[in-house]
């Protein structure tokens, strides 16, 4: 069974289905946060290593979003029962031979630009970028999927927050900063909020597709909990990095809060299935405004 997709989707447009816009803001915040720790740490920023990083985080993010695509129709998850996005090759948009190419092309670019990073960072930076674009392919794939085993909000935590927020300030300082790691917290915690509420509102379809997400597995209260504590978890996180650093410029990111808060509502109150999908967007939406409140914050307050 494969999804029924709009007849007048375009070849560009399908791709750019498929790199899901939405999820973006979880490469680009990572690296803007740790640009702002850098800077909080007195360095001064390298652009052109800012550039290729985020370059690179966006490929292994888009890269990472081909591979669910294609591993998700190939293990029979993605149905005509499925809630969210139009998914390309479960839809007919784009052939698999196509995504795959996709796969090759955005990990193939996110590796030679991963060579420069090497060649400024060392070998933390390779092992780094080799474990981040194997993670990204074990995802939904090979023998042991972890977003299929429980492990993709931890994949997410660790991939998306610490690694990227730490990984992005040590390129731009040379050291691995306390500072980089207080500000990844909560940025970890908001990134996999995007996939929390995405494996809410997939949870039926996913229990019938044998996909062992963690929602699955802990059910569909547990993980409306698990969506709300993120939230508030993150903004105290924020205010203890505040606290710590002795920095009120940190407290920037309470100015999000309204949004957070509008999300804590519907997520826990009874918003099911379609409903979500725009809470899925809005989520992104708060990373992104968090994140750059955070960055700015950080920046501010500059050593």
Known sequence: M?????PEITPARAWILA?????????????????????????????????????CALLIQIGTNFANDYSD????????ARLGP????????????????????????AVLIGIYLAWIGGWPIIVIGIVSVLSGLAYTGGPFPTGYHGLGDLFVFVFFGLVAVTGTA??????????????????????TNILVVNNLRDLPTDVAAGKGTLATRIGERATRIQYVSFCVAAFMMSAAAAIDLESPWLLLPLASAPLAINLIRKVGGDASGRELN?????????????????????????Q
């Open 73 to 80: 129709f190939a293990r029979g998850a993605d149905t005509e």
């Open 19 to 55: 790199a899901r816009p939405a999820t973006l803001p979880a490469a680009v915040v990572p690296v803007l946060v740790g640009a702002g720790a850098a800077l909080a740490d007195g360095a001064q920023l390298r652009l052109l290593v800012l550039v290729m990083t985020l370059a």
């Open 86 to 109: 139009v998914r390309v090759t479960a839809s007919g948009l784009m052939t698999r031979e196509a995504v795959r190419l996709g796969i090759i092309a955005a990990f193939g670019v």
């Open 2 to 6: 494969t999804a029924a997709a709009p």
């Open 170 to 191: 040590f390129l731009q300082t040379g050291v691995w900063s306390r500072t980089a790691l207080l500000l990844s917290i909560p940025i970890g915690l908001l990134v």
């Open 278 to 302: 725009p809470v899925l967007e809005r989520s992104g939406q708060l990373l992104l405004a968090f994140g750059l409140l955070l960055a700015t914050g950080a920046a501010l307050s500059r």
